[in-house]
Every structure is written in structure tokens, then in C-alpha cells.
């Protein structure tokens, strides 16, 4: 895995090694994904030496969340607009998270952005409620984000569709290249009829 042998990562040392890849990429991509990476202490409050500027986190845990930060973005941001009405610590019941998810799903999915499959939703929200005491399916949008990048399931959801885009563009080539010779087939077609003519 790239980068494997790096013990742990601060998050400029994350976003340094994201604009080796990509010139332009914003700060709170990298944000999002180390916030995500950060461990809660049981208040729902992160853990103080690692919620700082000089924290380090574990490459493969940050990686982890920057795929599903980064993937679902668009998806994450609608759900804490609809759902915590923007606000990443505004505490809400599972079934209200969930009475929003379809119309959060319907937005995302109709710009063509990727979205969180309901039933991994619901198993993270249904994780909540199991580790809970007092059974309360209450919990912020953060520590909901957290989840998500925990979630075995979230994760073979990420493989599919990184898998699915990956595929998506080794055949564009092709299929530009097919168009191309339709479309000089058709010019030369054309050539030869004005010819005859």
C-alpha cells in the first residue's frame, strides 16, 4: 500500500501527499477525512491529543476515510444539511436521519454523485443503538460519519464502485476511439459521394 511504511501522518503530511497527486486539492478534503479518522472519547468529543494540527493518525485508518470522505462527499454534505440541519453536532434519532434518507438519496443520485446505500446506513445508525446503554439511537452527524468509514460494509460498497469508475474509464478510450472512426468513416463516405457527383 502506498505510503505503508510511514508509521503515522499529521494532517499536513496527508495533504502534502495529496497534492503530490492532485495540485489543486482542497484543505478540507483532507479535513474531512482526518476528522473522520479521529477517535471519540465516550462524551462524543474527540480525543485530545489527536484532534490538533500536530496529531498523528495511522495512514491506512486515514486513507480508509478519505475514500468514503472523499467518494461521498456530496451525498455526506445533503444528509447533514437535510437531516442535522448543518450541523455536525446536532444530536438526532435514527428514525429522523432516516425519514430524510430517500430525499437526500434522490437529490445526490440525480447530479450523478454516488450515495450511501440505505441498508448501510441504517446498519451504522443500528450500531449506535446496540453499543448505547440506554439503548438511544441518538448520535451527531460526525460520529455518523465515523461509522460510515468503519463499516465493513461501507467499505466493500467503496471497493464496488471505485471498481465500477475504474472500469468506467479504461473503456472510455475505446469508446472515443470508435466514435472517432465513425466519424471518419462517415467524412470519407461523404468525400466519395461528392466525387462521384
Known amino acids: 500500500m502506498l505510503c505503508s511504511h510511514i508509521e503515522a501522518f499529521t494532517l499536513q503530511d496527508m495533504h502534502s501527499l495529496m497534492l503530490m497527486m492532485c ?16 477517535p471519540l472519547l465516550p462524551s462524543g468529543s474527540a480525543v485530545p491529543h489527536l ?54 438519496e434522490a437529490t445526490v443520485s440525480r447530479s450523478g454523485w454516488p450515495c450511501v446505500p440505505q441498508p448501510v446506513l441504517q446498519g451504522v445508525m443500528q450500531q449506535f443503538a446496540d453499543s448505547s446503554d440506554q439503548g438511544s439511537k441518538r448520535f451527531h452527524f460526525d460520529a455518523l460519519v465515523r461509522g460510515l468509514c468503519e463499516s465493513t460494509d461501507m467499505r466493500e460498497h467503496v471497493d464496488v ?3 465500477a469508475a475504474r472500469n468506467k474509464q479504461q473503456q472510455a478510450p475505446a469508446a472515443l476511439a470508435q466514435a472517432v472512426r465513425a466519424l471518419e468513416t462517415d467524412a470519407l463516405h461523404d468525400t466519395h459521394e461528392t466525387q462521384l457527383r
Not at 23 to 38: G, I, M, Q, Y
Open 23 to 38: 495540485s489543486d486539492v482542497p484543505l478540507r478534503v483532507t479535513r474531512s477525512a482526518f476528522k473522520a479518522a479521529t
Open 51 to 104: 484532534s490538533g494540527d500536530m496529531a498523528k493518525l495511522a495512514f491506512p485508518k486515514l486513507w480508509s476515510s478519505l475514500e468514503v470522505t472523499f467518494l461521498y462527499e456530496n451525498y455526506l454534505l445533503e444528509l447533514r444539511h437535510i437531516a442535522f440541519e448543518g450541523k455536525s453536532h446536532m444530536l438526532k434519532a435514527a428514525e429522523d436521519v432516516d425519514a430524510c434518507a430517500e430525499a437526500v
Open 161 to 163: 464502485t471505485t471498481a
